[in-house]
């Protein structure tokens, strides 16, 4: 986390190059590919919330979803369309841009369809420092019954224990909720699961939680721990640098604890 290199901010091209280059995130991608396609209806709407360079969009896409992506870098949306041109052209895919604060005043995405299903992959929610607007705005975007699915860094994960800054922050993860780290792009934000739930409410119920494993590394029955009744769910996510959130939308946003 310090150097110049670490604080290089890739696009584009290279991003795909680094993103791609280790197999640990390869699996977490096709995890989290995997579990959206069991969660989305089939030809369902999905909004592809920080889609990068389009990875994950094309993959939707070629499997029968209609792909509404946003993202806030120039040169990803670049890439985005050079990669996905073809399912653009064809009406099967859409990107948007624009500052954060103007996406956060959308209604609509994608023609004004809403989604079934927004996802998140690679730890964008980590990037975002207050969730509660961001899950009003996807109120906003998503179906009734209408779900977010989110990748984002775990930050139980027994891998990053052997680094200072998380023996530094550890005490404000127990005692916040939440601490930051500097990143490229912007601080990251690591958070625990009570932290998620309480941000998501009064507009989400975080529904359930899974480890950021692909199904063939699943012991049987690992499909993921309900927020609610399950208090040490958390534990799961000690073995995968990666957790997978649900939220279900509230049908209509009620205050109040999420329990």
Known sequence: MSGSAAREILAGAEYVQQITALASDRRARVAFQELVLRIAPPGGALFDFGAGPGIDARFYAERGFAVAAYDVD???REFFVVHCRDLIDAGRVTIDGGTYQE??????????RRVDLVTSNFAVLNLVPDLQELFANLHALTAPHGKVLA????PYFVGDLKYGWWWRNALRLWRDGQFS?????APIVRRRLAN?????VPYFTLERVF????AQRRQTGDDGETSRGRRHAWLR???SRFMFLLFARRDPPVS???G
Request: zero cysteines; glycine letters at 16%; proline letters at 11%.
């Open 181 to 185: 780290v500097p990143g490229a792009q």
């Open 256 to 258: 109040g604890s999420p």
């Open 237 to 239: 996510a000690t073995t």
């Open 74 to 76: 120039p040169k990803m």
């Open 103 to 112: 996406f956060l005043v959308r209604k609509s995405v994608g023609g004004g």
């Open 196 to 200: 998620y739930a309480a941000h998501s």
């Open 151 to 154: 990748s984002v860094l775990s």
């Open 211 to 214: 480890r950021g494993l692909p």
